[in-house]
Protein backbone atom coordinates (compact mmCIF):
# COMPACT_ATOMS: atom_id res chain seq x y z
CA UNK A 1 0.00 0.00 0.00
CA UNK A 2 2.74 2.48 0.61
CA UNK A 3 4.74 1.69 -2.34
CA UNK A 4 1.58 2.26 -4.31
CA UNK A 5 1.10 5.58 -2.66
CA UNK A 6 4.88 6.39 -3.37
CA UNK A 7 4.65 5.27 -6.76
CA UNK A 8 1.06 7.59 -6.74
CA UNK A 9 3.31 10.48 -6.14
CA UNK A 10 6.18 10.10 -8.54
CA UNK A 11 3.35 9.58 -10.91
CA UNK A 12 2.08 12.91 -10.08
CA UNK A 13 5.91 14.52 -10.24
CA UNK A 14 6.02 12.97 -13.55
CA UNK A 15 3.33 14.78 -14.82
CA UNK A 16 3.51 18.31 -13.16
CA UNK A 17 7.45 17.66 -14.87
CA UNK A 18 5.48 16.92 -18.35
CA UNK A 19 3.39 20.05 -17.31
CA UNK A 20 6.23 22.08 -16.75
CA UNK A 21 7.99 21.70 -20.22
CA UNK A 22 5.26 22.51 -21.98
CA UNK A 23 4.83 25.99 -19.76
CA UNK A 24 8.49 26.27 -20.39
CA UNK A 25 7.70 26.61 -24.63
CA UNK A 26 4.90 29.07 -23.77
CA UNK A 27 6.45 31.04 -21.35
CA UNK A 28 6.03 34.71 -23.19
CA UNK A 29 6.03 37.06 -20.23
CA UNK A 30 7.33 37.60 -16.38
CA UNK A 31 3.58 35.86 -15.06
CA UNK A 32 4.25 32.70 -17.63
CA UNK A 33 7.77 32.62 -16.31
CA UNK A 34 6.79 32.62 -13.01
CA UNK A 35 4.26 29.73 -13.66
CA UNK A 36 6.57 28.13 -15.14
CA UNK A 37 8.91 27.97 -12.29
CA UNK A 38 6.70 27.26 -9.59
CA UNK A 39 5.26 24.07 -10.70
CA UNK A 40 8.86 23.25 -11.91
CA UNK A 41 9.61 23.89 -8.15
CA UNK A 42 6.96 21.99 -7.27
CA UNK A 43 7.49 19.23 -9.86
CA UNK A 44 10.83 18.35 -8.44
CA UNK A 45 10.33 18.76 -4.51
CA UNK A 46 7.36 16.22 -5.56
CA UNK A 47 9.83 14.14 -7.45
CA UNK A 48 12.75 14.01 -5.00
CA UNK A 49 10.22 12.71 -2.09
CA UNK A 50 9.05 10.47 -3.63
CA UNK A 51 12.48 8.71 -4.75
CA UNK A 52 13.81 9.34 -1.60
CA UNK A 53 10.84 7.83 0.43
CA UNK A 54 11.13 4.88 -2.04
CA UNK A 55 14.40 4.40 -1.09
CA UNK A 56 13.74 4.63 2.22
CA UNK A 57 10.67 2.59 1.71
CA UNK A 58 12.92 -0.47 0.24
CA UNK A 59 15.33 0.16 3.45
CA UNK A 60 12.81 -0.84 5.88
CA UNK A 61 11.09 -3.09 4.33
CA UNK A 62 14.66 -5.09 3.65
CA UNK A 63 14.84 -4.60 7.49
CA UNK A 64 11.89 -6.50 8.10
CA UNK A 65 12.76 -9.15 6.20
CA UNK A 66 15.87 -9.45 7.48
CA UNK A 67 14.65 -10.22 10.84
CA UNK A 68 11.36 -12.31 10.05
CA UNK A 69 14.41 -14.33 8.39
CA UNK A 70 16.44 -14.17 12.04
CA UNK A 71 13.43 -14.60 13.94
CA UNK A 72 11.60 -17.40 11.96
CA UNK A 73 14.82 -19.25 10.46
CA UNK A 74 13.70 -18.28 7.00
CA UNK A 75 15.98 -18.92 3.94
CA UNK A 76 18.63 -16.36 4.08
CA UNK A 77 17.85 -15.87 -0.08
CA UNK A 78 14.75 -13.69 1.13
CA UNK A 79 17.68 -11.05 2.27
CA UNK A 80 19.07 -11.10 -1.14
CA UNK A 81 16.03 -10.80 -2.99
CA UNK A 82 15.90 -7.23 -1.07
CA UNK A 83 19.36 -6.38 -1.40
CA UNK A 84 18.49 -6.63 -5.38
CA UNK A 85 15.47 -4.28 -5.29
CA UNK A 86 17.63 -1.67 -3.99
CA UNK A 87 20.62 -2.52 -6.27
CA UNK A 88 18.27 -2.40 -9.29
CA UNK A 89 16.12 1.02 -8.36
CA UNK A 90 18.71 2.75 -6.46
CA UNK A 91 20.77 4.25 -9.76
CA UNK A 92 17.63 5.02 -11.84
CA UNK A 93 16.48 6.83 -8.67
CA UNK A 94 19.65 8.63 -8.02
CA UNK A 95 20.09 9.60 -11.74
CA UNK A 96 16.46 10.89 -12.16
CA UNK A 97 17.10 13.04 -9.03
CA UNK A 98 19.96 14.55 -9.68
CA UNK A 99 18.86 15.21 -13.41
CA UNK A 100 15.64 16.71 -12.07
CA UNK A 101 17.30 19.48 -10.00
CA UNK A 102 20.30 20.05 -12.84
CA UNK A 103 17.37 20.99 -15.19
CA UNK A 104 15.83 23.03 -12.72
CA UNK A 105 19.11 24.99 -11.78
CA UNK A 106 19.94 25.06 -15.34
CA UNK A 107 16.88 26.63 -16.15
CA UNK A 108 17.94 29.85 -13.45
CA UNK A 109 20.96 30.16 -16.05
CA UNK A 110 18.47 30.71 -19.07
CA UNK A 111 16.59 33.29 -17.47
CA UNK A 112 19.91 35.05 -16.13
CA UNK A 113 21.20 34.80 -20.21
CA UNK A 114 24.11 32.44 -18.80
CA UNK A 115 22.83 29.72 -20.75
CA UNK A 116 21.13 29.01 -23.93
CA UNK A 117 17.90 27.68 -23.81
CA UNK A 118 18.81 24.79 -25.81
CA UNK A 119 20.64 23.70 -23.10
CA UNK A 120 18.21 23.88 -20.54
CA UNK A 121 15.21 22.27 -22.87
CA UNK A 122 17.65 19.25 -23.63
CA UNK A 123 18.32 18.41 -20.49
CA UNK A 124 14.47 18.36 -19.67
CA UNK A 125 13.93 15.87 -22.44
CA UNK A 126 16.47 13.58 -20.76
CA UNK A 127 14.99 14.00 -17.53
CA UNK A 128 11.57 13.48 -18.38
CA UNK A 129 13.15 10.22 -20.30
CA UNK A 130 14.94 9.38 -17.37
CA UNK A 131 11.78 9.74 -14.74
CA UNK A 132 9.55 8.03 -16.82
CA UNK A 133 12.41 4.87 -17.15
CA UNK A 134 12.50 5.15 -12.86
CA UNK A 135 8.82 5.01 -12.73
CA UNK A 136 8.73 1.79 -14.86
CA UNK A 137 11.82 0.58 -12.50
CA UNK A 138 9.87 1.98 -8.98
CA UNK A 139 6.64 0.05 -10.47
CA UNK A 140 8.65 -3.29 -11.33
CA UNK A 141 10.42 -3.35 -8.09
CA UNK A 142 7.52 -2.18 -5.26
CA UNK A 143 5.98 -4.98 -7.42
CA UNK A 144 8.04 -7.66 -6.58
CA UNK A 145 8.68 -6.02 -2.79
CA UNK A 146 5.42 -6.43 -2.12
CA UNK A 147 5.12 -10.32 -3.13
CA UNK A 148 8.27 -11.02 -1.13
CA UNK A 149 6.63 -9.52 1.90
CA UNK A 150 3.63 -11.43 1.39
CA UNK A 151 5.78 -14.33 0.70
CA UNK A 152 7.92 -14.10 3.67
CA UNK A 153 4.75 -13.14 5.85
CA UNK A 154 2.78 -16.64 4.94
CA UNK A 155 6.88 -18.25 5.64
CA UNK A 156 6.64 -16.68 8.95
CA UNK A 157 3.10 -18.07 9.80
CA UNK A 158 4.01 -21.68 8.85
CA UNK A 159 7.16 -21.44 10.98
CA UNK A 160 5.30 -20.39 14.17
CA UNK A 161 2.11 -22.63 13.69
CA UNK A 162 0.39 -19.65 12.61
CA UNK A 163 -3.06 -19.05 10.55
CA UNK A 164 -1.08 -19.63 7.39
CA UNK A 165 -0.32 -23.33 8.22
CA UNK A 166 -3.87 -24.21 8.56
CA UNK A 167 -4.88 -22.12 5.22
CA UNK A 168 -2.28 -24.14 3.54
CA UNK A 169 -1.11 -20.15 2.01
CA UNK A 170 2.32 -20.58 2.42
CA UNK A 171 5.31 -22.02 -0.06
CA UNK A 172 5.59 -25.41 -0.18
CA UNK A 173 7.94 -27.38 2.41
CA UNK A 174 10.91 -27.37 0.16
CA UNK A 175 11.18 -23.72 0.10
CA UNK A 176 10.98 -23.12 3.80
CA UNK A 177 14.45 -23.53 4.04
CA UNK A 178 16.82 -23.43 6.83
CA UNK A 179 15.93 -27.04 8.62
CA UNK A 180 17.45 -29.13 4.99
CA UNK A 181 20.87 -27.97 5.31
CA UNK A 182 22.29 -26.64 8.72
Not at 73 to 97: D, W
Given at each position: ???RALLTVGAMATLGLLVTGLLGYAVDDIDSAGRHVLIALASCVLLLFSHCWIMF ?126
Amino acid sequence: MMGRALLTVGAMATLGLLVTGLLGYAVDDIDSAGRHVLIALASCVLLLFSHCWIMFYLIGTGKAVKQAVADYGLPLELVEETRQFKSRSYPALMLAMVLAMATFILGGGVDTGAIPAWIHQGMFLVTLAVQLRSLWIEQQVLDANARLLARVDRLAAVSSGGPGAASGAAEPAGDAGGEEEG
